[in-house]
């Protein structure tokens, strides 16, 4: 049995933040199906949607016909869950809001992933990852601007998917509620509370902000004892903050004497005269490679790592300890071929998590679907012709990349 072993989520998300969350659910054993628009996902033709899709099945609909709408209430009614990342409204005009689904199925568990929120003054608007870095303020601390460097974005996607998990928490809050109440409920989460979640270290006392760990100006930490420093040949991260962290790094690296300095005596002296005492490291720290340091400093008991060159994922992806660890995952993908991503993110003792298989084509699913719904084969086959209903079929590749 799996953790969520006989949930039913349907997912009529898009892009990243939607859809990011009913596969996570789905890797802890819930049955996802997906329902795409007949003309594909609009992320398809990105590389992400490969990183938010796997194990779901997939049915492509067009809601915006009355049979199409049909199909997608009978899978309403057999949910547990629905899903989506539509802005406000939109979801109203399809016939699949809150309301609608809970006539069709009383108890159900309603989520919507906005960009800003349920309500208020950018309610009825769309938004993107980028809008909800800046609008958290993460852009400026990426940037060390208080340093006078410039804003930085960080990286694709931050704010989706710490949107889409606070999604999956919520979701599982609200299951639990409807299994011992019978009372589903609607609940919702946006960028911007993803946003929260890394500018989290934030808060006012008495209106006054309190300091919190800002990056340097090289962007390349917070402190001299916990950040990157360059080598003969790469970098390495340490991360040595408390005092027997400080004497090992110091027997380390020779430099025994900053020990006995006053300046650097207590944690908060050695971040006060950071600056010099990074001074000292700097050159140090070049005069050996970064597998050399690292294996000093791994004797040494000394916090730290080498910053690895993702290369499109490959150094995560193929080392053999995250393989022994199951944080990778390998399938055989109908159009891409062999593909590899990372793989179950919880690990359980008597309720194991399952990576069900790679991302669906659009409407690989939509046939055996709509037999299991109760559609007969001619009925199928009438509505695949009137472009109610997509299958791939063999001008698939045409027509889509994924």
Known sequence: MHALEGVLLVDFGQYLAGPFGPMIIGDL?????????????????????????RGKRDIALNLKTPEGLEVAHKLIERADIVHHN???????????????????????????TYAYGFEGPLAHFGGLDPLYQAVAGLEYEAGAVHHGNEPLYYRFGM??????MLSVVGCLAALYHQRRTGEGQ??????LDGGAVFAS???????????????DKEQRGIDALYRLYETQDGWIQIAAFRDHDFSALCAALKLEHLVDDDRFATMRSRHEHQDTLAAELEPRFRTRTSVSWSYALDEAGVPNEIPLDPKGGEAMLFDADNV????????EHPVLGRLRQFGELIDFSETPGRIAGPPPLVGEHTRAIMEWLGYGGD????????GVVYEPDEHYTERFML
Do not use: H
């Open 379 to 386: 009925r199928i086959d009438e509505l695949k012709a009137a």
């Open 29 to 53: 054993g819930a049955d996802v199906i997906k329902v795409e628009p007949v003309a594909g996902d609009g992320m398809r033709l990105g590389k992400p949607f490969v990183g938010c899709q």
């Open 186 to 191: 609607e609940l919702w989460t946006s960028l």
């Open 324 to 331: 022994a660890l199951g944080l990778t995952a390998e399938y």
């Open 86 to 112: 539509m802005t406000a409204g939109v979801a109203k005009k399809l016939g699949i809001a809150y309301g609608d689904c809970k006539r069709l199925n009383p108890d159900i568990v309603y989520c919507n």
């Open 159 to 164: 704010t989706d998917t710490a949107n889409a």
């Open 201 to 215: 270290d934030a808060m006012l006392v008495d209106g006054e902000p309190v300091p919190r760990p800002r990056l």
